[in-house]
């Protein structure tokens, strides 16, 4: 089996794929201070409550988080005799490098969504994921990473209007019955519901029109279902994109060793 580990700012998540699916998903918040050992206990706690035999071969990483990667190393190393694939270091191979200013580090969940959306949709793509932050990621008809676009987060912006704001309350984020709210989390939703879709539908009409093409949307992350009813915002929502390519990565790597 393969597990794969994605760790955003926010959330971690693990997934083994058996071959042919991904047998289980656990999710668990992002905290750099959390050991190998407590990492162990919580995934075995899981494994056995969900009744799977996982023989873990191999373990593919992709962290927008540094200071994690020391930790889930040593957890692969002390339970599974592993030496884990880590995207976005020098040993691990990308399908098609990207192709962005000479230095720039690309972070590795947009490298690892990049390698999952081409490999199901072919090429010119813009790919929106909603994270911690919102990103837009290109990928040009190769398969590359050509660059992107990179705006607050959904939650991160009502955190942000809520602290700045003391009168303002926390509200859910959900897609509201009308557009002109007739108090005030009826206001907060809307201009979060309807900024964001005009927000993703406004950057993606100017990628298009600068890169010349008709191009596929994908959505993917939490929120992607919940913007996709914002008037037809993506042409596919994919809700393990970032799993799918781990995979694939962790796939062209065995082949090319």
């Avoid at 959390?34 to 996982?54: E, G, I, N, P």
């Amino acid at each position: 089996m393969l597990l794969a580990i994605d760790c955003g700012n926010t959330n971690t998540v693990f997934s083994l794929w058996d071959g042919e699916k991904f047998a289980v998903t656990f999710r668990t918040s992002t905290e750099h201070q959390r050991t190998a050992d407590q990492y162990f206990v919580w995934f075995s706690t899981l494994l056995a409550h969900h009744k799977v035999d996982a023989d873990i071969r191999d373990i593919v990483i992709s962290s927008t988080v540094p200071r994690v990667v020391f930790n889930l190393r040593v957890f692969a190393d002390r339970y599974f005799g592993l030496r884990p694939l880590v995207v976005g270091k020098p040993e691990c191979k990308l399908p098609v490098e990207p192709r962005v200013d000479f230095g720039t580090q690309v972070g590795p969940d947009r490298l690892v969504n990049t390698a999952g959306a081409f490999d199901r949709h072919g090429g010119n793509l813009i790919v929106v994921d909603f994270g911690t932050a919102t990103t837009f990621d290109v990928v040009d008809h190769d398969g590359a990473y050509v660059g992107g676009v990179i705006a607050p987060g959904v939650n991160l912006s009502l955190e942000a209007l809520h602290q700045a704001a003391a009168a303002l309350p926390h509200v859910d984020v959900t897609k509201p019955t009308n557009v002109i709210g007739t108090n005030t989390v009826d206001c907060m939703q809307s201009g979060i519901f309807w900024g964001y879709v005009g927000l993703v539908r406004g950057v993606c009409e100017q990628v298009i029109a600068e890169r010349g093409a008709q191009m596929t949307i994908i959505g993917t992350g939490g929120l992607a279902p919940l913007f996709a009813q914002g008037d037809m915002l993506f042409d596919h929502i994919e809700d393990d994109l970032t799993m799918h390519g781990l995979r694939v990565i962790s796939q062209f790597n065995k082949d090319n060793q």
